[in-house]
């Protein structure tokens, strides 16, 4: 359960910086446009805070991600472990927030949310049962 819930993590890490990469370098491109649903003056009126946004989004992944570096390479368990879990149980966090605070954006939240909830889980299970 350990390796599933890392890998699990690890992949919500790489959704989010994704997300960086959408809402703070190319918020205004048509590829960030489309997947967010804006138009071009909607983007440039938001952009300053999508920019912010994508930050939150890196930092969260980058928790996670070095979460899973620890436990991977044999670091302590409790560091480790305490990386791994806020940054992915805040990914999740976020994206219930994001589902209970516009019904619109249900397919956005379980996109986001799914991975991190998961892994959390099943490497908290995978802990436990160690």
Known sequence: MVIAGLVLISAAALLHVWIFVLESLAWTSPRA???????????????????????????????????????STGG?????????????GSMAGAALVLAASDRSKLRAALA???????GVVALAVGLATR
């Open 33 to 71: 446009r489309r997947t967010f649903g804006l138009s071009r003056e909607e983007a440039l009126a938001t952009q300053q805070m999508a920019f912010n946004q994508g930050f939150y989004n890196l930092f969260l992944a980058v928790a996670a991600a070095a979460g899973v570096v620890v436990l």
């Open 76 to 88: 302590p368990v409790g560091v480790g472990a305490a990386l791994a879990l806020t940054g992915a």
């Open 112 to 118: 986001q949310g799914t991975a991190p909830l998961l």
